[in-house]
Structures are given as C-alpha cells and as structure tokens.
C-alpha cells in the first residue's frame, strides 16, 4: 500500500508540470525571417546531417544539428506529383540518425523506420515516388530514443507536394506563400540545450524561446493582400492555439494532407506537435506600416495540460498598399469520405508505473522486435485512440492518411479536421476513432505519440502491412 501511496504522489507531482513559460523579454521582433531555401524536385540531391553554428537569436550563435549550412530549418523540398524524389544523404553526425518522411505515403525502407539507421560517415539514399495528393508534409530524424533530442537541435525541414488540382485554384503564391516552422527552443546564455529533467521527460521538453523556420523573434514585411501560410508544428511537445492579434480572422484551406473540401473561416485553432495547417489570411484591413502578430492565445476552456499564457511570436507588418481583391475559391477539392469501418482496434493511451513512469499504449512500451498489429493491404479500419491520461497526446500512424471519424468531447470533429490527416490531437481524456486504407506497401510502420519525448520513451507500437 505504501508503494501504491508513493506512486500516485510521483504521478501527481508528474502531472503538475507547469509548461516553461515563454519568454517575451525581447519582444521587439527585429529578426527578419528566414525563408528556407527552395529545392525543386530533388534528384540525386546532396544533403548531410551535422553539427554546426547558428544564429537563432541576434545575441550570437550556437551549436546545433543541421541539413543545411548555419540553419536549423533543412531545404524545402518541392515535389511535383508523380515526381520522383531522390538524395543521397550522408550522416556527419558523430552519433545514428535517419529520416522520416512525414506524412508520405512511400515504401516501408524509405519511411526512416527506428530500425534503419545510418551510422557515423555512412550514406543512405532516400529514393520514392511521390504520388499523393498536394499537402504540406515534412522530414525528421527517427533513431528510436534519440528522435527528440536530433529534432530539437534543429534536423527537420518542411515538403510540399503540389499537384494540377490545386494548381486550377490559383493560391496565393511566390512572395505570397511562406512557409512557417514553428519551434520552441529553450536558450540557456544563447545556447540550445536539451537537457530535459525527469518531469519533463514525462511532460514533453518546451522552450521559452518560440522560433519561426529557426529564427527567435521574427518580422516580415507583407503588403495589404492575402497571403498563404503554410504552418507547421514542428515542437517537440508545445502545443499553439494559433490565432491573430486583433482576432482577425482566416480562412483554412488545408491540414497534413493537403485541401479540405471546403475553406473554413476561423480564428483560432489548436494546433498540436506534427500537425500542420495551410491558411489564408487577408492583411487588407491593415494600414500602412501597421503590424499583427501571429500568436498562441490562452486555450480553450477544459483543457488544463499547458498554455494557461498568451504569446506573440511572429509579426506581420504591412509596408506596401495593393489593392487587388483576392477571392478565395468557394470548393477546394473532393474528399472522399471514408465511412468508419467494423474492423476496429483500440489504443489505450496510458501513464503507467513500473520500475520508473512511463507512457505506453496497452500496457506495451515500443520494441523493434515485436509486430503489435497485422493490416491487409487495401483493408478499411476504424482505429480507437483513448486518452486516459491527464496529458493531450498527438497520435501519429506511418505510412498513411486517414480521416478523424469522431471524437468523444464537445469539441468534435474540428474544421481544420475534415481532411487527410497523419497526426490527430487528443486532448486529456477524449477519445478518437480515426479510419484510413492500407495502402500497397508492405512492410513495417509505426504509430505513436508525436510527443517526443514521449515517443522516444516508448509510446510507440509497430504495425504490418501484409
Ligand atoms: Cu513525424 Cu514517427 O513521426
Ligand atoms: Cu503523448
């Protein structure tokens, strides 16, 4: 009994983790931002992991990991649909990495399963076709246990796929079209430093310091026009209630896997690790030299696990007056529905003791040597996540995009939920049914929480297309 006592005061005092406040002591937003560069349908493209100096602050640099020079933001990649994508990509890292496509839909030994990794000085070549639909995608080290901490030091990087559908809307784009990276990073002295405690270990490590495509308090000029935002949660645990200062609104014209049906007028939206999301916003109403920001409002009532603050961390300043009238199409695309399947399977999402704390989902923490799930090709299923926790969890499943078919709380199925997605949020104690196609890869795939420092602690199982 004294055992159990001890133990529920150790999950207490694991759940009372307040998030790291974000810091708006330099709140001047003088950075400009930095625009990832652009690579075009990469073929045989040279790309490196490795240790390097950067500015992320104006007050000097630091060391982080890279795939590009001096940036903690890799290239982006743009795909043309039915392009095939290929690099050979080398591991200057003095520790194993590899890379995860997130949200692409290619060959199990392309995915960056945790199993296939790339030692110190060895090279892989990461080569697929790319045959989804347009959407905003993204790439991340995957060596299990170290995911977390190569991601944090700046390794991830953002792939868009455009396709003829959506080329017949005419998006904004060019200066029009940014790409967003969001980051938060904690900065002791100017350094980045992952060093997470043992609460934070279970909370998800934060950073006080919320960086946009690597740089900390960033501004950009605009013109009085719409513009598209593509955003992406690319965090290892934070999660934004992204909105505009003055609630101005915006329109949502996508989520991970590309268009929604229909665009959705919002103006705010959580947005958790992984997720992205594909916006308009109109910058019409602003006068010259006039700015907004972008920011995470406090969050909607119920939910206790974070974001009880309100921060500004990107601004938008109007310099030039045009006074086109852009006009957002009124249908984006056709989503075929899939309807919820009677093949189900359930994921518990639990905060388990054993020799220490840990997450795991039915009772299992992640092994490489253990299928947890078999799955046909072509087969239709419903998956059930169920959030027991105290704490949201952001699912992820490989390989795949599947539709949110329901969620237990009065949020429901959200706007920006009525697409393709890869990651879903669940909020403490909601329940989701997702319900997706396996699609002809065979091979093994993962699915966890995208959390990471709850996946790198084992909240992650491994599925099978046979
Ligand atoms: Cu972006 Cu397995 O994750
Ligand atoms: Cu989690």
Not at 141 to 149: G, I, L, N, S, V
Not at 157 to 163: A, E, F, K, R, Y
Not at 329 to 348: C, D
Not at 424 to 445: A, C, I, Q, R, S
Request: hydrophobic share 35%; glycine share 6%.
């Amino acid at each position: 009994a004294i055992g159990i006592v001890a133990g529920s005061a150790l999950l207490e005092s694991c759940m009372k983790v307040e998030p790291v406040p974000v810091s708006m002591a330099e709140d001047n937003f003088s950075n400009p931002l930095n625009i990832p560069k652009i690579i075009q349908n990469p073929k045989n493209y040279v790309m490196n992991a490795k240790t390097t100096q950067a500015k992320i602050t104006n007050k000097g640099t630091t060391e982080i990991m890279s795939y590009l020079e001096n940036i903690p933001t890799g290239p982006l990649f743009r795909m043309q649909k039915g392009h095939e994508f290929s690099t050979s990509f080398k591991n200057n890292l003095d520790e194993h990495t590899n890379i995860h496509w997130h949200g692409l839909v290619i060959p199990a030994n392309m995915d960056g399963h945790p199993e296939n990794i790339i030692h110190p000085n060895e090279s892989f070549e990461y080569r697929f076709n790319v045959n989804q639909r347009a959407g905003t995608y993204w790439y991340h080290p995957h060596p299990h246990e170290a995911t977390a901490r190569q991601t944090y030091m700046g390794l991830a990087g953002m792939l868009i796929v455009n396709d003829t559908e959506e080329a017949t809307l005419n998006l904004p784009s060019g200066a029009l079209e940014i790409p967003l990276i969001i980051s938060d990073k904690r900065l002791s002295n100017n350094n980045l430093r992952y060093n997470p405690t043992m609460n934070e270990v279970m909370s998800g490590y934060m950073g006080e310091t919320i960086t946009v495509n690597g740089t900390a308090f960033p501004y950009t000029e605009v013109s009085s026009t719409t513009y598209r935002l593509r955003i992406l949660n690319a965090s290892n645990a934070r999660i934004y209630n992204l909105a505009f200062t003055n609630n101005l609104p915006f329109t949502v014209i996508g989520s991970d896997g590309g268009l929604l049906e229909n665009p959705a007028k919002m103006t705010s939206l959580l947005l958790g690790p992984a997720e992205r999301v594909d916006i308009l916003v109109d910058f019409s109403s602003l006068k010259i030299n006039e700015s907004v920001f972008l920011k995470s409002n406090t969050f909607p009532d119920g939910s206790k696990a974070q974001g009880k603050e309100e921060f500004n961390f990107m601004k938008f300043t109007v310099k030039t007056i045009v006074t086109e009238n852009y006009q957002t199409p009124a249908r984006l695309s056709t989503i075929e529905k899939l309807s919820m399947s009677s093949k189900t399977r359930t994921f518990k999402l639990q905060m388990k003791m054993g020799l220490k704390m840990s997450h795991q989902i039915n009772n299992k923490l992640y092994s490489s040597t253990r299928i947890d799930e078999t799955v046909k090709v072509g087969d239709i299923e419903t998956w059930i996540f169920e959030n027991k926790s105290d704490e949201p969890h952001p699912m992820h499943i490989h390989g795949l995009q599947f539709q949110v078919s329901e969620r237990s709380s009065k949020r429901g199925i959200l706007p920006h939920e009525k697409g393709w997605k890869d990651v879903v949020l669940l909020m403490p104690n909601e329940t989701v049914k997702v319900t997706m196609k396996f699609p002809d890869n065979k091979g093994k795939y993962m699915v966890h929480c995208h959390n990471l420092e709850h996946e790198d602690d084992g909240m992650m199982l491994q599925f099978e297309i046979v």
